[in-house]
């Protein structure tokens, strides 16, 4: 079974770009999370989508944005992008909605705006 | 809402010797608790988990973690530390009816010969 695949593995931006992040769930995961760890820091919640639907969100705003396919894979996107947003991405999925399911990780996106 | 504290940001061991990274945790309910590792430049790999039950878990790698309600604590151990264990651990909570993790910020470990 593969695990969780992103792409790309790193990117460089400029301030006020946009930036599309994709991430491929585990087989059989319908529930993909998105999560941002700035350097020296714990991962943080940006979103959660299950079954194509927006099921909650962090701290975060809203140009910062997600989808999810038929195919449970998933984007993120962050338009007029700041430097602080220079960070790694990383993207989990899950068999549903809930932590008691576990969630697997993917290597994540480093992402870094210049 | 939920919180973690890792209270040491960096620790070192000497191969051989025991391990314990402590975690304490905020919520109000019973927690579900994990602990996950990240090795430099790569996602997080699930070491162990906590739902319910037996309050001492095993995990890979050797590790294992003990839940203590009364302390709010899920401190992972590991008798005997392997120098392919440096690395940063991070402990997460998450709620039952919830859809995210909350991390800590992550203990460095490093190990020395």
């Known amino acids: 079974e593969t695990g969780v695949t992103q792409s790309p593995t790193h990117l460089i931006k400029t301030r006020g770009q946009q930036v599309t992040l994709r991430c491929s769930s585990q087989s059989g995961h319908n529930t993909v999370s998105w999560y941002q760890q700035a350097l020296g820091q714990g991962p943080q919640f940006i979103f959660q989508y299950y079954r194509e639907e927006e099921n909650g969100r962090g701290n975060f705003p809203p140009r910062f944005s997600g989808l999810q396919f038929p195919n449970y894979s998933s984007e993120l996107n962050v338009n007029a992008l700041e430097l602080d947003d220079s960070a790694l991405y990383l993207c989990?999925?899950?068999?549903?909605?809930?932590?008691?399911?576990?969630?697997?990780f993917g290597s994540g996106t480093r992402l870094t705006v210049v | 809402a939920q919180s973690v504290t890792q209270p040491d940001i960096h620790i070192t061991v000497s191969e051989g010797a025991s391990l314990e990274l402590r975690c304490n945790y905020s919520y109000g309910a019973t927690p579900y608790l994990f602990w996950y590792v990240q090795s430099p430049g790569q996602g997080l790999q699930l070491l162990l988990k906590y739902f319910s039950g037996d309050t001492l878990v095993q995990g890979i790698k050797g590790f294992e973690a003990e839940f203590k309600r009364s302390q709010s604590s899920f401190n992972l151990r590991k008798p005997s530390v392997h120098w392919s264990d440096a690395a940063e651990y991070f402990c997460a909570v998450g709620a039952g009816d919830g859809n995210k993790l909350v991390f800590g910020a992550g203990t460095i470990l490093r190990v020395k010969s």
């Open positions: 989990a999925s899950s068999l549903a909605r809930g932590p008691s399911y576990g969630y697997t």
